[in-house]
């Protein structure tokens, strides 16, 4: 990948771009990396996540250039400036790497100890070829420990 | 029975049920998209997934796909109604590989 790395909401509008490039992506296409029961998972999971926990949780999957704890965690800058404690879950499984980073009130309610527990959840599925389930499990895992708001 | 009687009997038939057993189990496998191998090429284009913001309905009551993009386009704009004070600086976390 080249250039920015850009948050992206799927079937967006040019006109709703802020700080970060939105890329436009067709609402269906055959580069779209889940299915549609897979997003819904990932989906529920990101939202109870951060419905129980009060910090927002986000999932980019795609390449992450360069180093990729430096990467990810300029992505998680750019998350920061517009969310309230956030934390990033990056996955890149052509790189086959894998990055959360917490920050603020997300590090002291996700202690790194925890952090590296809920990334070897995800690496043992990510191992077996499932990424849904690696980032589903992943997710829950953060938010238990991060306890409620 | 003359022989090409013989012949559409005999070999004709185990032929049919044969590629009818093959379309059934070889089909579905085609049809499907290509399963994700760790190791194997990533080739789809970059994804950032945002959660609903905290006081929209339960995500049953709305399609999987619809649901998160409106979730990540409404959090992306209410994010303009709570602005955040400070910058936070990446401070914790993991890293992995597989």
């Known amino acids: 990948m080249s250039g920015d790395i850009s948050l992206s909401h799927a079937g967006g509008?040019?006109?709703r771009q802020q700080e970060f490039?939105?890329?436009r992506v067709p609402a269906v296409s055959p580069d779209r990396p889940f299915k549609p029961s897979q997003l819904s998972r990932i989906d529920e999971?990101?939202?109870l996540a951060s419905r129980e926990t009060g910090l927002v949780f986000s999932v980019y999957v795609g390449p992450i250039p360069g180093n990729s704890r430096e990467t990810a965690e300029q992505m998680f800058a750019k998350l920061a400036s517009t969310h309230q404690s956030p934390v990033l879950v990056a996955v890149s499984p052509g790189q086959r790497r894998l990055e959360i980073v917490?920050?603020?009130?997300?590090?002291?309610?996700?202690?790194?100890?925890?952090?590296?527990?809920?990334?070897?959840t995800m690496r043992a599925s990510f191992t077996n070829g499932?990424?849904?389930g690696g980032i589903v499990?992943?997710?829950r895992q953060l938010a238990d420990a991060a306890g409620e708001a | 029975m003359s022989i090409i009687q013989t012949v559409l009997v005999f070999v004709g038939i185990p032929a049919g049920v044969f590629a009818l057993f093959a379309i059934f189990t070889l089909g579905p496998g085609a049809i499907r998209a290509p399963r994700y191998r760790?190791?194997?090429?990533?080739?789809y284009k970059p994804v950032w997934y945002l959660p609903h913001p905290e006081h929209s309905g339960p995500v049953s009551e709305l399609s999987a796909r619809g649901a998160l993009e409106a979730g990540s386009a409404l959090a992306i704009a209410s994010s303009s109604a709570h602005p955040v004070d400070a910058a936070v600086e990446a401070s914790g976390g993991a890293s992995g590989e597989w």
């Not at chain 1, 917490?102 to 070897?120: D, E, F, H, K, M």
């Open chain 1, 137 to 139: 499990n992943g997710l």
């Open chain 1, 102 to 120: 917490t920050g603020g009130v997300s590090a002291q309610r996700i202690p790194n100890r925890v952090a590296a527990l809920a990334a070897l």
């Open chain 1, 21 to 23: 490039t939105v890329p």
């Open chain 1, 130 to 132: 499932d990424l849904t």
């Open chain 1, 45 to 47: 999971a990101l939202t």
């Open chain 1, 13 to 15: 509008n040019g006109d």
């Open chain 2, 38 to 43: 760790p190791g194997g090429s990533w080739d």
